[in-house]
């Protein structure tokens, strides 16, 4: 059941896990699939303790890193320091967190760790070199560019060490750009996908950037949690599901109890897609927090990465205090597949059980039994 991704980076099953958790990650590749660790998150010296930790747990197994990789207008370009760029958030903008704070008594930051759930991220050029750095000292398979292509000189570094390189996508126009710039794997990702997401929906998008991008292999992401699905993108001509939602309610995440409480009882229905985190559409379990943005009386989203650098404070007090009608995360439409809590390894299990049986079914419905 593998394909020729699967062969490439050395996997069993065509399943690719994206968490921010190393728990996820390694569990998902000691199951047979490909864990890939979010890194926006870490400083360079806490990844160094994930990745050194992975390293431990999955016995030369092989895993994976998304990064990253700063666009023009997204983030802090040159890594300078961001001083400069708060002076630009306009004051209605900070009359409505005021507002916010007041409407719903948020009290004052405890001076704990801010949440990593729900948080604007900014990226740099600086970032971005320190994390790859860190990144290739670790026996990593796979790095995944999550915004616009690599530069150059990362490309060039990673291949001399035989990893593969990533580049996530939207459309064709960015699947071709993350091509031309040495992607050797696209991962095309759906509308119904959590966290930052574009337009087109997973069964249009994938298909389309197959035949673009031919015949460098691709991922399908957005919406898949079934081995249905997964058979379905197979079918469209990928090599793999690339999935991010799923793993959130596992044994293994890290994520808030809270919030895994949430999304278990959450439909597909129940996601939003909203620019009031980051300032760059992010699809999002719907809360009262984003339904405040969206009101009438709510001033329009900064662009990023303004949008994250405004909210960032309130959303750590709302964390910290457990305002829990406020209490958001990142998740796509899969949500409502996500019913109850499983270890990653059953995860894996269900998928690949729901794939051979979904082949099955299409044999038998067309006939080719017979
Ligand atoms: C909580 C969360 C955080 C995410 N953060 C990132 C990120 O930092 N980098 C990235 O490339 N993709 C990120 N994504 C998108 C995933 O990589 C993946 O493409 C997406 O989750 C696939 O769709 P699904 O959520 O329906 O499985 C995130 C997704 C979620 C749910």
Redesign the pocket.
């Known amino acids: 059941m593998t394909t020729e991704f699967c062969r490439r980076v050395g996997i069993e099953n065509p399943i690719v896990a ?3 958790c190393r728990d996820v990650v390694a569990a998902v590749t000691k199951a047979g699939g490909l864990g ?1 660790l ?4 870490f400083t360079p010296a806490q990844l160094e303790t994930e990745l050194s930790w992975i390293d431990s747990q999955v016995n030369g197994m092989p895993y994976g890193v ?3 990789a700063p666009q023009p207008g997204v983030g802090d370009e040159d890594g300078s320091d961001t001083t400069d760029l708060a002076d630009q958030i306009p004051q209605q903008h900070r009359d409505f967190i005021e507002q916010l704070v007041e409407r719903y008594d948020i009290p004052p930051s405890t001076g704990g760790a801010e949440p990593v ?1 729900f948080s604007g ?1 900014i990226v740099s050029r600086r970032n971005l070199d320190e994390q790859v750095e860190v990144s290739l000292r670790h026996p990593v398979r796979f790095l ?4 616009g292509p690599f530069p150059a000189e990362i490309v060039e570094t990673a291949k001399a060490k035989s990893v593969l390189i990533g580049g ?1 996508c939207g459309s064709v126009k960015h699947a071709r750009r993350h091509v031309a710039a040495g992607a050797d794997v696209i ?1 095309a ?2 509308a ?6 574009g337009e087109m929906s ?1 069964l249009v998008v994938v298909p389309q950037v197959v035949d673009a991008v031919a015949p460098v292999p691709v991922l399908a ?5 079934t081995g249905r699905q997964l058979a379905a993108v197979l079918a469209l001509g990928a090599q793999g ?6 793993w ?1 309610t596992t044994h293994e995440s890290d ?1 808030n109890p809270i919030l895994v409480a949430k999304m278990l009882a959450a439909q597909s229905t129940q996601t939003v897609k909203t620019r009031c985190m980051t300032g760059k559409p992010v ?2 379990l719907h809360t009262e927090f984003e339904e405040a943005w969206a009101a009438a009386d709510a001033p329009t989203a900064l662009p990023a990465p303004l949008q994250g650098m405004l909210v960032r404070p309130l959303i750590t007090r709302i964390f910290q205090n457990k305002v829990t009608q406020l209490m958001g ?6 949500v409502g597949f996500m019913n109850e809590q499983q270890t990653c390894r059953a995860v894996v299990e269900d998928l690949m059980t729901g794939l051979v049986e979904s082949l099955e079914h299409v044999r038998s419905e067309l006939g080719l039994d017979d």
């Not at 599901?241 to 799923?246: C, E, P, R, V």
């Open positions: 994206f968490s921010h890939v979010g890194a926006a998150h998304d990064v990253l759930e991220i995944v560019s999550g915004l996530m991962i990702q759906g119904e996908a959590g966290g930052h997401t997973t992401a957005g919406g898949i949690a599901a690339w999935m991010g939602s799923t959130l994520v699809r999002l995360h990142p998740v796509g439409q899969a």
